[in-house]
């Protein structure tokens, strides 16, 4: 079992460059959520979605976008790329019988 | 607002030991608690599950409690051994919402 997906593993992207983050899940999850983690804190959540079509805003939205066309993919957008997104993403997945969260193994992005 | 708080942010302690690590968090109105590990560069991995109904639950060495009303949770690793060395997360996903709320998490070390 693949489990959570997340590519790229590193990125390094300049201010202004815009990418995308890439998460898929292949355990029929319902619920994805995207956190960003900085040095030193907890995890803060970004975006989050309960089913295909529905998304949600989290924490700290401000700066990113998702999408969410399938219950296996959901992609991270970032439009204008800032030092202040400098962190490691890591996407993750639950199924609303078990709740238990599974998680990828993250993306590290630097804007530099 | 829900806040989760974990102290001390470290601990060393030697092989052997039998440890607790903390969690706090400032409202009692939660859905379910979940202990992770994230080794260095890794993503997270789900340790055990507590539903806002249970007291306890337990896997192998660990044991993991919840008091609602305390608003505190605690982590028992027994006979610790280095391949515990890891840093431990609480995270809580408040009544309401699919929502999970991190703690800041304590980084373990198990001396040999």
């Known amino acids: 079992n693949a489990g959570v997906t997340q590519t790229p593993k590193f990125r390094i992207l300049k201010i202004g460059q815009s990418m995308t983050l890439q998460c898929t899940q292949d355990?029929?999850?319902?619920?994805m959520y995207w956190y960003r983690q900085d040095p030193g804190m907890g995890l803060k959540l970004i975006y989050y979605?309960?089913?295909?079509?529905?998304?949600d805003k989290g924490e700290v939205p401000n700066g990113y976008n998702v999408s969410r066309s399938t219950t296996e993919d959901f992609p991270l957008r970032l439009e204008l790329a800032a030092p202040s997104q400098t962190s490691v993403y890591f996407c993750a997945s639950s199924d609303s019988n078990n709740e238990k969260l599974f998680f990828g193994s993250g993306t590290q992005l630097s804007v530099l | 607002k829900q806040e989760v708080t974990q102290i001390p942010a470290a601990l060393s302690v030697p092989e052997g030991e039998n440890l607790v690590l903390n969690c706090s968090f400032t409202?009692?109105?939660?859905?379910?608690l979940q202990w992770f590990r994230q080794d260095p560069g890794k993503g997270l991995t789900s340790l055990l599950l507590i539903q806002s109904s249970q007291r306890e639950q337990t896997s192998g060495r660990l044991n993991a409690s919840l008091d609602k009303s305390s608003g505190r949770s605690t982590l028992y690793i027994a006979a610790s051994q280095p391949g515990d060395s890891a840093t431990y997360l609480c995270?809580?996903?408040?009544?309401?919402?699919?929502?999970?709320?991190f703690g800041t998490g304590t980084r373990l070390k198990v001396l040999a």
């Open positions: 979605s309960v089913g295909a079509g529905i998304t």
């Open positions: 409202d009692s109105a939660i859905y379910n």
């Open positions: 995270a809580v996903r408040p009544m309401g919402t699919y929502k999970y709320i």
């Open positions: 355990m029929n999850h319902n619920y």
